[in-house]
């Protein structure tokens, strides 16, 4: 069977542990013949990321802090001393605090909200801009979203609105850089059991209802949206930029369950 990303180099931020969809794209990738590099925020995460790598199999694994644009400049200027050339970016990136999220959107602090943009959203304008110079034969950029950024899900509050930000940007970032044959798009997972998903109060109610109501009649598994992630860095996905592809079971397009 033919590896579909054989010959290219992907970087994948955000990958913090083996219950994150960071992790199950680096697999797949890495099955698919991608060299894989990984980011690691801080020294907290670097073990625990280098020890997920005996497991993945990735090239290398490097420290960056999106929230930092000195760690940003650090990442490039290593991977051009390395040589490194990159066809795909998988920004797998979010980050609220718990309060924010268990409070109503109303009583979002002015803090807590510019936190959320800026981990959730504006690290992946950051990232595009300091990263794209290296696609030199064009390639994609993926991100990930929910259905929280479109419409009211109980308890995602800010995140929510950190989600819309991302799409929005996606959109802008596929036609700045589409010139230079990169590509945009977000996959809006349904919701999996993640580390993060912990934080967001109710979470095993949101999976039941979703595995009650999805016509699929079941939940979203990481390794479906895996194999979109390897779809959209793969030449099969050359025409697709600028959208957000659900992988959902099909939730997303119910209304009422009655």
């Known amino acids: 069977m033919a590896q579909l990303l054989l010959g290219k180099t992907a970087i ?7 219950w ?6 680096a697999q797949a990738y890495v099955r698919e013949g991608a060299k894989v590099l990984i980011t690691y925020q801080g020294d907290r995460q670097r073990l625990t990321v280098e020890e997920l790598n005996t497991e993945i199999g990735a090239a290398k694994v490097l420290p960056c802090d999106v929230t930092r644009e000195e760690e940003i400049a650090a990442l490039v200027e290593q991977l051009k001393a390395d040589g490194t050339t990159l066809d795909i970016i998988v920004h797998s990136i979010a980050f609220a605090n718990r309060e924010d999220l268990s409070r109503p959107f109303v009583e ?28 030199t034969n064009g390639g994609a950029i993926l991100t990930l979203s929910y259905l929280g950024g479109v419409r009211v899900v109980q308890n995602y509050n800010v995140m929510g609105v950190a989600k819309a930000a991302l799409e929005a940007c996606v959109r802008y970032l596929a036609s700045d850089l589409g010139a230079g044959n990169i590509r945009v798009n977000a996959i809006s997972a349904g919701p999996i059991k993640t580390a993060s998903a912990r934080g967001i109060r109710d979470f095993s109610k949101v999976l039941d209802v979703v595995a009650n109501l999805a016509p699929l009649r079941r939940n979203t598994d990481p390794a479906e949206v895996a194999d979109t992630a390897v779809f959209l860095g ?14 959902d079971a ?8 009655l």
Not at 12 to 18: E, Q, S, T
Not at 20 to 25: F, G, K, Q
Not at 122 to 127: E, F, I, T
């Open 12 to 18: 994948i931020l955000g990958l913090a542990n083996k």
């Open 20 to 25: 994150s969809i960071a992790y199950a794209i």
């Open 108 to 135: 979002t602090s002015r803090d807590g909200y510019l936190l959320a943009q800026n981990v959730s959203a504006y690290s992946l304008v950051a990232v595009s801009r300091a990263l794209s110079p290296l696609m």
């Open 234 to 247: 793969s030449d099969l996905g050359r025409g697709v930029t600028g959208n957000v592809i659900y992988v």
């Open 250 to 257: 099909g939730f997303q397009i119910m209304g009422l369950g």
